[in-house]
């Protein structure tokens, strides 16, 4: 078996955001106010390459070899333009300018090649080596630029840098598979080698890391069930080691730190995939756990006038469980009825250490989205698809400086398709979604309700002319609310609500496939 794909992608962000905010002490009162503007423009050119070969031996029953390669190119480049005033109201008052650039262009190759091989030593004992070389050649340089007049043009030395990264890593594995009828357990070990020479600007000489590892592994199947446990020594991601501060937002600093040390890892990976065909059940499940000592987490400090400043650090008793499980069914009936179903989960527990103002805290965060859909369809003629989905979460601290935080958010609506007129397809879909996190009632309930009308040509409906209105209420509106360390942070966002939108698509399909039109919605 041979597969080999290519693709490029060419994408281009840009936002724009408007920060307005007020540091208030429970004892001291008012620290300061402020307003930052913050545009970016984001640009990615990714190169993309794989190539996969499997061969099974026919005059040797378990013997398999198969060998994979993959390279990838991205160019990026982030454009930050900050302008902001701060207004500083204790200790003393001043008021604080910033205008600026922040420019980084961050060029990465990433190449990688792997084997493996199975060789049966009878019918119930197979031995499993493999084999895998990765490298990486990055490059993060940054320049900032104070505003002069009318352009940013003057350069920022204590706030530009050079960093750039060459690293090495090969994988050495073996392990004896025992197979009994539908299980089969292969403990192994890995040898594991990393060397990553990484040079920053103010330097003299590269600060380089190197490992080298015999790490143990074991992988469990049981039929459509398969368990993995492996454990690893991870190497710090390159930004946390970038030597200049991170001013984006001047109310925030972000600090690097080249003395990080590797996270040692333990993990435990589930995976259930099984459909039968007999009642058209599929279900499906992913579920991992992991603990971490010398992870990565934040040192906060936040001075008297509100100022943070964070820097990583290492830290012991890192925790994460996470699970997505689903099951979904059609049931056909003989009169060209169909109903379906499908329920799911996604559920996450994180615990780390963080620490402010040098006294630690550990924060247990818990977030689940549980989903429902109901599909009923009378002969493709008549559709209607109720749903319903509850999202839950809650963050503590064992620190009693920061309160517990917890909000829900409920999603129910109806979809509709309606085909009864040949070559006219009518859809529509309305929700309502009911959001406790938020103080102001306005943005806690939201009713939206999209409808179009499509319009099928040619025999097979190749084409299709869709007139759609999206928010006909016009009550679209934005929000996200993201708990982090010490902060809970409630974003309120400017989007396109209400709009009308006509498009004519052409399906290049093979003659006499067809597709059905109209409808799409799902929580799922």
């Known amino acids: 078996t041979i597969n080999a794909t290519a693709y490029y992608i060419l994408a281009n962000e840009k936002n724009s955001s408007t920060n307005n905010h007020t540091g208030i002490n429970n004892f001291l009162g008012n620290l300061n106010d402020h ?60 008021d604080s300018l910033t205008n600026q650039l922040r420019q980084e262009r961050i060029p ?83 040898y594991q080698y990393q060397q990553f020479d990484n040079r920053l ?88 756990a992991w603990v971490a000592d010398d992870d990565v987490v934040q040192s906060i400090t936040m001075d008297e006038s509100g100022l943070q400043i964070i820097e990583p650090v290492n830290a012991d008793g890192s925790k994460r469980i996470a699970a997505n499980f689903g099951l979904n069914q059609d049931i056909k009936y003989k009169n060209s009825f169909t109903f379906s179903w499908n329920v799911g989960t996604w559920t996450e527990y994180k615990q780390n250490l963080f620490f402010y103002n040098s006294e630690p805290s550990t924060q247990k965060r818990l977030i689940s989205n549980i989903w429902s859909n109901l599909g009923f369809n009378w002969n493709d003629k008549l559709e209607l698809g109720p749903a319903y989905s509850f999202s839950y979460m809650n963050v503590r601290n064992s620190s009693p400086l920061f309160s517990p935080q917890s909000s829900f958010e409920q999603t129910m609506g109806m979809e509709a398709i309606m085909r009864y007129i040949k070559h006219v397809i009518f859809d529509t879909e309305i929700r309502y979604i009911n959001n406790n996190a938020f103080a102001n009632p306005e943005y806690r309930k939201m009713f939206m309700w999209n409808a179009g009308v ?31 360390q010490n902060t809970i942070r409630t974003t309120y966002s400017n989007i396109i609500g209400q709009y009308f939108m006509a498009t004519f698509t052409y399906n290049l399909r093979p003659s006499g496939a067809k597709g059905k039109v109209g409808g799409g919605w799902s929580l799922w």
């Open 35 to 94: 307003a930052v503007n913050i545009n970016g423009e984001t640009g990615n050119n990714i190169l993309r390459e794989n190539f996969s070969l499997t061969r099974l031996f026919k005059n040797k029953t378990g013997r398999r070899i198969s060998f994979s390669q993959g390279l990838t190119w991205n160019s990026r480049a982030v454009d930050n333009y900050t302008d902001a005033r701060i207004r500083y109201q204790y200790p003393t008052q001043f």
């Open 108 to 190: 990465t190759w990433y190449a990688f090649a792997g084997i493996n091989y199975r060789e049966p030593l009878s019918k119930k004992l197979f031995l499993r080596t493999g084999a895998r070389y990765e490298y990486e050649n990055l490059k993060n340089d940054i320049s900032t630029f104070d505003k002069g007049g009318t352009a940013y043009d003057q350069l920022n030395n204590d706030l530009s840098s050079g960093f750039s990264r060459n690293s090495n890593r090969f994988f050495v594995s073996t392990g004896l598979e025992i197979k009994h009828k539908d299980l089969a357990i292969t403990p192994g070990v890995r």
């Open 201 to 288: 600007s103010f330097l003299p000489d590269p600060v380089v890391q190197k490992l080298n590892n015999i790490l143990p592994q074991l992988e469990i199947t049981y039929k459509k069930l398969s368990v993995n446990y492996s454990r690893e020594i991870v190497l710090p991601d390159y930004y946390y080691m970038i030597p200049v501060r991170n001013n984006t937002n001047p109310y925030v600093i972000n600090l690097g730190n080249t003395d990080l040390l590797p996270a040692i890892m333990n993990r435990v990976n589930v995976n259930l995939n099984t459909f039968n065909p007999k009642n058209n059940l599929n279900v499906w499940s992913w579920a991992e």
């Open 454 to 484: 499509n319009f099928t040509f040619f025999k097979d409906e190749r084409a299709v002319l869709r007139i759609f209105a999206n928010d006909l209420l016009n009550q679209t509106r934005n929000t996200d609310i993201v708990p982090n």
